[in-house]
């Protein structure tokens, strides 16, 4: 079993930046991959970034691809969402998220099954 709890997430202005944190507990090793979900009123959950643990090869959605970077120090049970030049369309609740099932369908970062419980992030002026 993984717990996962995000830090990190508050109020910037437009360009601003911010880095999320997660810290895993448990299991951690069981982790296939772990990645930032964000939701906001309104709009439909959307996974942003994706990293496999053993590899570290990672996903980015089009929406943040060259702002956002997605990191891992498994070492300390430690993922990071590095965000800069935010956009008020950034604004949402972030989730840290990982996948430990044996198998899935598709993807692995589109069959997350354990969350954290979120980190707000504002992005206005």
């Known amino acids: 079993q993984v717990q996962l709890v995000e830090s990190g997430g508050g109020s910037v202005q437009p360009g601003g930046s911010l880095r999320l944190s997660c810290v895993a507990s448990?299991?951690?090793?069981?982790?296939?991959?772990m990645g930032w979900v964000r939701q906001a009123p309104g709009k439909e959950r959307e996974g942003v970034a994706a990293?496999?643990?053993?590899?570290?090869?990672?996903y980015y959605s089009d929406s943040v691809k060259g702002r956002f970077t997605i990191s891992q120090d498994k070492a300390k049970n430690l993922l990071y969402l590095e965000m800069n030049n935010l956009e008020p369309e950034d604004t949402a609740m972030y989730f840290c998220?990982?996948?430990?099932?044996?198998?899935?369908?598709?993807?692995?970062?589109?069959?997350?099954?354990?969350w954290g419980q979120g980190t707000q992030v504002t992005v206005s002026s």
């Open positions: 998220a990982a996948n430990t099932q044996a198998e899935w369908d598709g993807h692995c970062y589109t069959a997350y099954n354990t």
């Open positions: 448990g299991r951690t090793y069981s982790a296939y991959c």
């Open positions: 990293i496999y643990r053993s590899g570290g090869a990672t």
